[in-house]
Structures are given as C-alpha cells and as structure tokens.
Nanobody
Framework: QVQLVASGGGLVQAGGSLRLSCAAS????????MGWFRQAPGKEREFVAG????????NYADSVKGRFTISRVNAKNTVYLQMNSLKPEDTAVYYC?????????????????WGQGTQVTVSS
C-alpha cells in the first residue's frame, strides 16, 4: 500500500514556474513507477509525465515537453514536477500516481494509487 500527498500548487502568472512535490509513504517507493496527471475544469484527466523506478526513463505529454521535468529522489520517497514557462492552459488540478510495474505508461487505469491533487492556476 502506498499513500501519496501532493503539494506545491498555487497561483502564478503566465511564463512563471512552479515545482510540485509528491511525498509517498511506504518502504517500497523505489519499486514504483510514478506519474503526474492533471484535470482542467470540464475536461477529462490527462497524463502529464511519468518516471521509472530508477529515474532513468521519463515520458511526457506533447503539450508539456520542453517545459516540464519530472524527477524523483527515492531516498526521500518523493517525486517532483518542475513546471516552467507556464501557460494559462496548464491550469488544472494536478495528481500524482503510482503503479507497481516497471513500464512508464500514460494510461490512467494502470496506476494503482493516487494522491489528493493540488491546484495550479496560471493567470494570463
């Protein structure tokens, strides 16, 4: 069992930056693939970024490539999402998720554990 707590959201102007954090409980964090998803008002939740257990493999949605960076520190049981050059269309609730498998998938139903979400609002 893994419990996830996301934090770091807030209000930022377009072009600004935020760093989201997701703290995980449990001693097996290093064996989980981690992902970030987001859900904007009136839209379905979508994949943003994922990282393998070692941090060596990452995957990004096309809409965030070159602007967002996912990373993890297994010794701290934490995964991060560094978001730069933010745009108003990045406004959403951001969720971290974990799956007990090695493949960095974009499929939501493949993730077994979810955090509570943190709001990111980008003003124009």
């Amino acid at each position: 069992q893994v419990q996830l707590v996301a934090s770091g959201g807030g209000l930022v102007q377009a072009g600004g930056s935020l760093r989201l954090s997701c703290a995980a409980s449990g001693r097996t964090f290093s064996s989980y693939t981690m992902g970030w998803f987001r859900q904007a008002p009136g839209k379905e939740r979508e994949f943003v970024a994922g990282v393998s257990w070692s941090g060596g493999i990452t995957n990004y949605a096309d809409s965030v490539k070159g602007r967002f960076t996912i990373s993890r520190v297994n010794a701290k049981n934490t995964v991060y999402l560094q978001m730069n050059s933010l745009k108003p269309e990045d406004t959403a609730v951001y969720y971290c998720a974990a799956r007990a498998d090695m493949i960095v998938t974009t499929t939501q139903r493949a993730y077994h554990y979810w955090g509570q979400g943190t709001q990111v609002t980008v003003s124009s």
